[in-house]
């Protein structure tokens, strides 16, 4: 079956770039029938949708956090990949990637990653 | 703050019939789908659409939805189900994702 799973830095600085890839396996991420979410939780707090990339390379972003974020989807090796920039210690959560299905008013994040957590600190 | 408002917390006596909702002027146009989180794991899909179960996921999960609320009911609650349920949908631009506040069900 499909699985997720999340990679990258523990522990990023405050000001400066976290990425974070996310690497699927048992699915390929160039199907049409889903789009590809990051997802974070702060500790002891609710989900926060990050943005999602479809296989063609299209983004959208939560308008909260626009500036800062890019999304990217690597085909070939069946993976994508977030990059936050300019963080700071409110960015510290538990950041997801997961599968976004979508068929015409149904959306529903199908399969998650299990999840890991950055901490922004110096 | 988010556009789809859910109660913090509901409690139910074990074996009965609880219901978790989740407000947002965006379910008048889309479906809610509906996640259970327990603790230092991922959340899991529930319920999504109209009321589809993912494979897996036991038949005393439900969900519906009536104007600008959707809900999530759990009939016959059992002591593992005391965890976190978060919905999702659009937002009221239609245009992103956002989840609801998030309910703490307490299995009595």
């Known amino acids: 079956q499909v699985q997720l799973q999340e990679s990258g830095p523990g522990l990023v600085k405050p000001s400066e770039t976290l990425s974070l890839t996310c690497t699927v396996s048992?699915?390929?991420?160039?199907?049409?029938?889903?789009?590809w979410s990051w997802i974070r939780q702060p500790p002891g707090k609710g989900l926060e949708w990050i943005g999602y990339?479809?296989?063609?390379?299209?983004?959208n972003y939560n308008p909260s956090l626009k500036s800062r974020v890019t999304i990217s989807i690597d085909t070939s090796n069946n993976r994508l990949s977030l990059k936050l920039s300019s963080v700071t210690a409110a960015d510290t959560a538990v950041y997801y990637c997961?599968?976004?299905?979508?068929?015409?008013?149904?959306?529903?994040?199908?399969?998650w990653g299990q999840g890991t957590m950055v901490t922004v600190s110096s | 703050s988010s556009e789809l408002t859910q109660d913090p917390a509901v409690s139910v006596a074990l074996g009965q019939t609880v219901r978790i909702t989740c407000q947002g002027d965006?379910?008048?146009?889309?479906?809610a789908s509906w996640y259970q989180q327990k603790p230092g794991q991922a959340p899991v899909l529930v319920i999504y659409?109209?009321?589809d179960r993912p494979s897996g996921i036991p038949d005393r999960f439900s969900g519906s939805s009536s104007g600008n609320t959707a809900s999530l009911t759990i009939t016959g609650a059992q002591a593992e189900d005391e965890v976190d349920y978060y919905c999702?949908?659009?937002?009221?631009?239609?245009?992103?994702?956002?989840f609801g506040t998030g309910t703490k069900v307490t299995v009595l």
């Open positions: 965006s379910l008048r146009n889309y479906y």
């Open positions: 990339i479809y296989y063609s390379g299209s983004t």
């Open positions: 999702s949908s659009r937002d009221s631009s239609g245009n992103h994702r956002v």
């Open positions: 048992g699915g390929s991420v160039s199907s049409g029938s889903y789009y």
């Open positions: 659409g109209k009321n």
């Open positions: 997961a599968r976004d299905l979508v068929r015409g008013v149904i959306y529903a994040f199908d399969i």
